[in-house]
Structure formats: C-alpha cells, structure tokens
C-alpha cells in the first residue's frame, strides 16, 4: 500500500525533527487575481474559503534568519505567485537573502525560481542557475539524466 502525502509528510516531519522549517504566516485572498483584497494569517489558520498565496513577513524573517551562515543553498520554487506584484514580496524577499550569502554556493534549480532571481535583478549573484526545476532535483539526488548520461557517451 502506498503511503499518503498526509503520511509522508507526517513521516519527513519526524525525520526532520527541527531541521526542517517552515513557515509561520501566510498570505491570503479568496481569489487568485492581483486587485482581489489580501491579508496575513497565521500558517495554521488559513480560512477554508481563502488560499494561501505567499508567505508572510514573519516566514521572510525566519528564512533570513535561517540562511545566514549557509554554506551551500538549493533554492527550488518560488515562495508565492510572485508573478502578480501583492504576492511576490516573498519570492523577492528570500532571493535578496540568499543572493545576500558571502562565502556560499547558491544554486537556483526551477524554471519560477530562476526568473524570479533574473527579474529582480539577482542572476549574477548567483553561483549557478538552471531552468530544469525536477531536473536539477533528481541529478542532486544522484538520478542519472539520460541527457548527462548521453554526453558522457561520447
């Protein structure tokens, strides 16, 4: 039988154990449109009738806060619907601190992501960037690529 995401995610949490952060607000509308009104909610108590659709301030802090000192970042999607202005505060907030980082290897894995960090104005603050979001993941997690794999053919 195969696993629920509620039991996988139960699981990785208990893995995890405090490693593991996530975010503590949310940002939040009952519709997906830019001029639709928003607000910031604690990430335990979204509204049944609204969607979570960026991270709030305090999730921004806690990130910075726990990439300072980072040696090596993986960043692999954005943090909201930063494509629409109300809900991108996030995306831009964690890429200024991770393209903040001194003395780290940032790479950005994911088509979203790697906009994201062009748009704002981030690209070269950057150690690598790819636009192969599942890609970058599965070659980090040691998956041979048979487009890599096709190269070394050669």
């Not at 802090?61 to 619907?81: S, Y």
Request: with cysteine; aromatic share 6%.
């Amino acid at each position: 039988a195969s696993l629920t995401k509620v039991e996988l995610a139960k699981g990785l949490l208990e893995k995890a154990g405090d490693k593991l952060v996530l975010p503590v607000d949310a940002v939040v509308s009952k519709e997906f449109s830019n001029d639709a009104p928003f607000h910031t909610v604690s990430a335990d108590s979204i509204p049944a009738d609204e969607m979570g659709l960026d991270i709030g301030q305090a999730t921004i802090d806690l990130f910075t806060k726990e990439l300072q000192g980072a040696k090596t970042v993986v960043w692999n999607g954005p943090m909201g619907v930063f494509e629409l202005s109300n809900f991108a505060k996030g995306t831009i907030g964690v890429c200024e601190a991770i393209a903040n980082l001194t003395d780290a290897t940032t790479i950005i894995g994911g088509g979203d992501s790697a906009a994201a960090a062009m748009d704002l104005g981030f690209a070269d603050k950057f150690t690598h960037i790819s636009t192969g979001g599942g890609a970058s993941l599965e070659y980090l997690e040691g998956k041979e690529l048979p487009g890599v794999a096709s190269i070394s053919d050669k």
